[in-house]
């Protein structure tokens, strides 16, 4: 499966969930996690997403290992989303900051 890495915290642009032909990804209140026992490995979110969140499970960057098991955990916490909104107002100023994990709200 693919999964949303650290960079989409505060992010949440949300161009992802449009293309997802399966509805796998799930909403928190600043972060989005995808399903990976729905995802189909279909690839076409990867591209969507504005801040390049979006890894394959086997090919996360190094430091991101952690969002595998966050991912599959959070999923079954939080609803799906299919529909896009609009990001934060502050989305840009947060692409790329390091250390975004301490920021998760759950
Ligand atoms: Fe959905 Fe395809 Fe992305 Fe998996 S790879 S989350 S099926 S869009
Ligand atoms: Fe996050 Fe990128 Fe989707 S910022 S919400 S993974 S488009």
């Known amino acids: 499966p693919f999964v949303v890495t650290e960079n989409c915290i505060k992010c949440k642009h949300t161009d992802c969930v449009e293309v997802c032909p399966v509805d796998c990804f799930h909403e928190g209140p600043n972060f989005l996690v995808i399903d990976p026992d729905e995802c189909i490995d279909c690839t076409l979110c990867e591209p969507e997403c ?5 890894f394959p499970e086997d090919d996360v960057p190094a430091g991101q290992e952690k969002f595998v098991a966050l991912n599959a955990e959070l999923a079954k ?6 529909v896009r909104k609009d990001p934060p107002a ?4 947060w692409d790329g900051k390091p250390d975004k994990l301490n920021l998760l709200e759950r």
């Open 50 to 54: 504005p801040v390049n969140a979006i």
């Open 77 to 82: 916490e939080w609803p799906v989303l299919t």
């Open 90 to 93: 502050d989305a840009a100023e």
